[in-house]
DNA sequence: CATAAATATGAGTAAATACTCGCATTGAAA
DNA sequence: TTTCAATGCGAGTATTTACTCATATTTATG
């Protein structure tokens, strides 16, 4: 257990300034991963880029790992705050709606940037930090479910358990198919997205 | 196009021993990535673990970069034999049988490593080869497309191109979301996703 | 203003690591 | 056997980089 507190932040920032230092250089570590990838992800590039010393950088962040970690948090609850957000909006009229919303909150999230999102990935499987992502994906997906059970007769044989692990995973794979082309195409990835998991919600086993 | 020469081969094996040389390095990469990451990724681990000295590595990589590309080509080649010999069993007795063959072709390549599965996505994102994995995607995706047109009649209005873009990556995602959790969860991995590509391709859209 | 706590600084250090190069060993052709 | 090219070796180097610490600056409080 003495890895985690490795982990936790340094110092519980008093005054103002304090926490727009740490705000700057979360915000310089998600541009530097994007731009450069983990390969240019270097605590001495991030401070530069942030504006501040690289002193000031291990007053709040223990090492290199606690950064990072504090980086996946808040792509994390922003990630949250937008399906909140959504679902806050009730169900739509039938499930085809509903569901066009929920993929519509998705992508209004979604990393453009597919150098961020796949180091994310990454740093997410090598961290010790399972248990507290599953918290966090278990919390917006009650909500999702409790969207999609309004549409209930228009569903398939559903487990919902499993469908609140399948359905995140299935409309950010199509997402990221489709988004992360050069051009990207938006318009289709949301189509291809909702027909990923309508047809995966309506299928009838036969 | 400098930058590419320096990704190729420095030396065309002469002698058997050298190809074994080269395979062992290649292999050794695969092992220490999918251990400890991109962070454990260095090339003098990876000489040790191959058992040969680190002049030996440099003498077959230019650099670190073209050891992880042939890491790669690794794998897609792999992955592409696999999805050949599915699809050379032809076509199932109707569309949930087929699908449900492609997925376990599929499985069977899985990593059940998600440090090598998320580390070698974050790298093809990196490195300047984004053409030639699109035309070995194409490949694989071509006797696929085949394999379903098979039972034409058991889809709804599908755009074939598209498909073949969203379906490996649901089928993909929907895997690795079951398969990654510990412990792993493989026949739940493929009930979803043989439920999610069946229920993208027979969606009917109203 | 005085004082202390909080915050910021950045040169410096130790360790990790990509890569070189001169030399040793092995294999094959003559 | 001789000879040379192919292959293998690993100590060594230059660079990068995570992280520290002594010091300076800013803010809150009385």
Chains 1, 2 share one sequence.
Not at 137 to 154: F, I, Q, T, V, Y
Not at 160 to 183: C, G, H, I, K
Request: glycine share 6%; net charge neutral; proline share 4%.
């Amino acid at each position: 257990m003495s890895g985690k507190s490795a982990l936790e932040p340094r110092k519980q920032p008093r005054q103002r300034r304090s926490t727009a230092t740490r705000d700057a250089i979360v915000e310089a570590a998600t541009h530097v991963l994007g731009r450069a990838g983990l390969t240019g992800f270097n605590t001495n590039a991030i401070a530069a880029r942030a504006g501040v010393s690289i002193g000031s950088l291990y007053q709040y962040f223990a090492n290199k790992d606690a950064l990072m970690l504090a980086l996946i948090r808040c792509q994390q609850e922003r990630q949250a705050q937008t399906v909140a957000a959504a679902a806050a909006a009730g169900p739509g009229r039938n499930l085809a709606e509903t569901v066009r919303r929920m993929v519509r909150a998705a992508m209004a999230h979604h990393h453009d940037d597919s150098l961020l999102a796949t180091a994310i990935d990454h740093e997410e499987a090598r961290l010790p930090i399972s248990a507290e992502l599953d918290a966090m994906l278990g919390r917006s997906a009650a909500a999702l479910g409790a969207l999609l059970m309004a549409h209930r007769d228009e569903m398939g044989d559903i487990e919902p358990a499993a469908a609140l692990q399948t359905l995140p995973a299935l409309v950010r794979a199509a997402v990221d198919s489709w988004a992360n082309l050069s051009p990207p195409q938006l318009d289709r990835a949301e189509d291809e997205a909702v027909r990923a998991v309508l047809g995966y919600l309506t299928l009838k086993v036969t």
